[in-house]
């Protein structure tokens, strides 16, 4: 297809590889529009498998935190039918861990109890929003081990936000001890928060900035 000026003299050609080449750029562009993340600078039919998985970790990470912590209390609460036992009651697993059963009703570890719906429903909120933020920061992330933390934490809230939703409180069940000393009753979903956010912080002291920074600082 022959292009010229307003005043007729031919200027190039468009060929039928350059409208496809086009309109696969704005179908890759869509699509990372409806998966809400970044460009991966390739088109989707086009990028390597392994490279796709590595820009996708996080949100790979977020879905098996998520799935995780639900499956296992769906396991423990009706399968093993936890939701009978006492607060009192345990189950001796190691000489060092015992399986409990605790409705959290607080954030993670039984931290800032909420005794209300109303105290309830501003946890929902705000985990809500936390998530909604760390989505967005994992949309921009171009690290892989950044976007592991945030993932661990985004499907360690989310598990967390579910319980709320579904039963008005937190299901705990993990409850480690040793020496007289015991750790708060937690879930996976603490877990992968936890560990989650300890990758946050080696992230930021590791990463190639901090280092170039330091370097810089020690010149001066």
Known sequence: M??????????????????????????????????GSEALDEPYM???????????????????ALIADQLSKNYLLYSLDFRSLGPAAR?????FFDLVMVWNR???YGLFQAGSFAGTLILTI??????????WWLIKAERPILGVGLGLVIGGALGNV??????????DF????????DWYVFNVADAAITVGVVV?????????????????????
Do not use: C
Not at 57 to 62: D, E, F
Not at 162 to 171: E, H, Q, S
Not at 174 to 181: L, M, R, S, V
């Open 2 to 35: 022959p292009v010229t000026d307003s005043d007729g003299v031919l200027i190039g050609i468009v060929t039928n590889d350059d409208i496809l080449d086009v309109a696969e750029e704005l179908a890759t562009e869509d699509i990372q529009r409806i998966g």
């Open 46 to 64: 086009k990028i390597a498998f392994h490279r796709m998985i590595g820009k996708r970790a996080g949100w790979l990470v977020a879905l098996a």
């Open 91 to 95: 189950i001796q697993v190691l000489p």
């Open 106 to 108: 607080g954030v993670s």
């Open 126 to 135: 705000f985990s809500l929003v936390a998530v909604v933020a760390l989505s």
């Open 162 to 171: 579910i319980d709320r939703i579904l039963y008005g409180a937190v299901a």
């Open 174 to 181: 993990f409850h480690f001890y040793a020496f007289g000393h």
């Open 200 to 220: 946050l912080l080696l992230d930021a002291f590791v990463r190639p900035e901090s280092k170039s920074v330091g370097s810089r600082q020690s010149g001066d």
